[in-house]
């Protein structure tokens, strides 16, 4: 169940009214080939849904290998227009080759498989998966570890999501006044007031 | 009293009706209104100057003359610090610092701060008369256990008043702007954070510890027992991380060279140090999972509502991230025996709670950015092929599988139906999905 959600994120993601729709969009597409590649190349064993997944969305591979800029630009975003050079440099470092792999390689054998049982099971196709191998096809990619970096915008949310904390314990959690009720803060704007979660 | 007239240190019977009135904190607030204390802040800085002072004057007594503790001294150091709350925050509003500038930090600070420190684990009143003293270094071993919760609801009330004191004190930069918050560093925090205050490490680790005593499996055998009210031991923890997250911002700033004299030579934030220098992380990441353990046992009760979660559970989500940031090694610690899946499933039972309710943003964000922090740690990512079994309700399709299916479906799910004001976490959820 979870690859088929995450492929539907991928479908999603890789559309090209969202890739086109914001300077960082392809970000999403990029993670999501790093998940996927990962669990092929360091994770086969527990591949098989995944890769079920991806051949029913075989269709987008070639979308992906062969974007091109719009002629007319996106009206969700009326600031930013995506340009070839923008294109250009990111097109290229998609990591799609293990997708091709599969898609090349074990595809041909689900649909001789289907062809010769119409009625083949989910796990059928399963195993026919669990039989393949893509050793010595794929070329090994780095994995990489994302650590959070420290920042002056984390220290900001840390810092406004402590004080707001600590002004509503006193607004609303017993007393009806509080030492800060007629002070006016200014490091962050109140839009609305929730409740902190866990105080009646 | 103060509005009409200058007073002076010796009006005796003044300064004793103040400290012997009130018997509560709304008595200080409707003693004092919000226009009374603007006008005294504007017009005469000079009375709230002799306010403070002879509150500190109150707390001084008490630490420094353990012959004299009596019951009576005791009240009048309460009432004391209900003043120095009521008035904090309004002077050190920046239209009028400049009249206490010099008066903070020409001494009154620093002597302010130690006498709370001190008073924290004060005998016979903020701790029972038999306690041992705890404010000296060799007491580190009885801060990690039963110790902290020394004495009874009375003792805990007036350790939460302290400790809400030394928030006010913190809460200059809460009336700053942005700008000034990142351009100013904050005098309040580097003098309580200052290693070198006497006891100092001792008490650093008495509040942190403090989470470590809620032991909330241990109270919950009878339903609905903890439904009805906080209690005064949460209150405690909840301003003790309160008072924790604000003592571990940190903003890096170029230059500090205009700090006051009373600030120079002042070591590295004693918070930060005291969490980098826990030998042992066991007792921490058992406190931790305890209270998130929490959230998703209050969502599988027999009962409905017949157990809550903690009222401090946002302050220990701020706080675990902080605890994350300063120890990574605290990520394999708690996923060596499992503790970090029980934390992550009640960290994506939290997300899928509350992920449509714009106001709740900055909860989801700091719940993501937690279960990020763990992924980037190994032993998570293989502890994550456990199988789970789900015993609460939660917004994704059934499945049977392990705590990564539990992962992927939130993610997924997130993303899927993704409202137009999470889309800034999408970097998170990914990240952390291709980490693990």
Not at chain 1, 97 to 113: M, R, S, T, W, Y
Not at chain 1, 182 to 194: A, D, I, M, N, Y
Not at chain 2, 13 to 31: G, H, K, M, N
Not at chain 2, 411 to 435: A, D, E, I, K, R
Request: proline letters at 6%; one cysteine or more.
């Amino acid at each position: 169940v979870s690859w088929a959600k995450l492929a539907n994120v991928f479908e999603l993601f890789s559309l090209t009214k969202w890739l086109f729709a914001g300077p960082h969009n392809h970000h999403s597409v990029f993670y999501l080939l790093e998940i996927f590649n990962n669990q092929l190349l360091y994770q086969w064993e527990g591949a098989s849904a995944l890769v079920l997944s991806l051949l029913r969305l075989k269709h987008i591979y070639p979308k992906l290998s062969s974007l091109e800029v719009p002629q007319a630009p996106s009206e969700d975003s009326p600031h930013w227009r995506p340009d070839a050079e923008w294109l250009q440099s990111w097109k290229d470092q998609l990591q799609l080759e293990p997708f091709k792999v599969v898609i090349d390689h074990i595809d041909p054998k689900i649909q001789a498989c289907i062809e010769a049982n119409p009625s083949a099971t989910e796990d059928d196709l399963v195993s026919v998966v669990k039989k393949c191998a893509l050793v010595g096809l794929l070329r090994p990619l780095p994995i990489s570890v994302r650590a959070i970096e420290p920042s002056n915008d984390l220290e900001m949310f840390l810092a406004a999501y402590s004080w707001v904390s600590y002004r509503q314990t006193l607004v609303y959690a017993k007393h009806n006044q509080s030492s800060f009720a007629g002070t006016t803060p200014k490091l962050f704007e109140f839009t609305s007031q929730p409740a902190p979660i866990g105080r009646a | 009293m103060f509005l009409d007239r200058d007073v002076n240190d010796s009006d005796t019977e003044l300064w004793c009706e103040l400290f012997s009135r009130p018997s509560s904190y709304d008595e200080v607030i409707t003693a004092l209104s919000i226009e009374e204390l603007r006008t005294l802040c504007a017009d005469r800085p000079a009375n709230l100057r002799g306010l403070v002072h002879k509150s500190i004057l109150q707390l001084e007594l008490l630490a420094d003359k353990p012959e004299l503790r009596s019951s009576e001294l005791c009240r009048f150091t309460e009432n004391a610090v209900k003043w120095l709350t009521r008035v904090l925050p309004f002077m050190l509003e920046p239209s009028v610092a400049h009249n206490f500038h010099e008066f903070w930090w020409e001494g009154m600070a620093p002597r302010l701060v130690s006498y709370v420190l001190r008073l924290l684990f004060c005998p016979s009143f903020s701790v029972p008369s038999s306690a041992p003293d705890l404010s000296s270094d060799s007491a580190k071993d009885l801060l990690w256990g039963s110790a902290v919760s020394l004495g009874s609801s009375c003792h805990w009330r007036v350790r939460t008043n302290l400790v809400k004191l030394l928030l006010c004190c913190l809460s200059q930069e809460l009336q700053e702007d942005v700008q000034a918050f990142t351009d100013h560093e904050n005098w309040w925090r580097v003098l309580i954070c200052n290693k070198g205050l006497p006891g100092s490490s001792v008490l650093s680790l008495s509040i942190i510890s403090v989470l470590s005593i809620f032991d909330q499996s241990s109270r919950s055998w009878l339903p609905y027992t903890d439904s009805w009210s906080s209690s005064d031991l949460e209150d405690l923890i909840l301003v003790s991380l309160q008072y924790l997250n604000c003592c571990l911002i940190n903003i890096p700033r170029e230059s500090s060279s205009a700090r006051p004299s009373c600030l120079q030579d002042v070591g590295p934030n004693l918070y930060t140090a005291t969490l980098q220098g826990l030998s042992d992380l066991t007792v921490l990441a058992g406190a931790l999972h305890s209270n998130f353990k929490r959230v998703t046992d209050s969502a599988n009760t027999y009962l409905p509502g017949s157990m809550r979660i903690a009222i401090f559970t946002e302050e220990l989500l701020v706080f675990s991230f902080r605890c994350l940031q300063i120890r990574p090694d605290l990520a394999s610690v708690l996923s060596a025996d499992g503790k970090a899946l029980d934390i992550t499933a009640a960290l994506m039972y939290i997300v899928m709670t509350y992920k449509e309710n714009l106001n709740h943003f900055g909860l989801l964000q700091q719940a993501l950015l937690i279960v990020q922090a763990f992924s980037t740690d190994r032993e998570f990512s293989i502890a994550l092929n456990t199988p789970f079994v789900k015993t609460f309700s939660i917004d994704i399709p059934v499945f049977s599988g392990t705590y990564a299916d539990l992962l992927f479906l939130s993610y997924s799910s997130l993303m899927q139906g993704m409202p137009l004001h999470l889309y800034s976490l999408q970097p998170t959820l990914l990240v952390t999905l291709s980490n693990v």
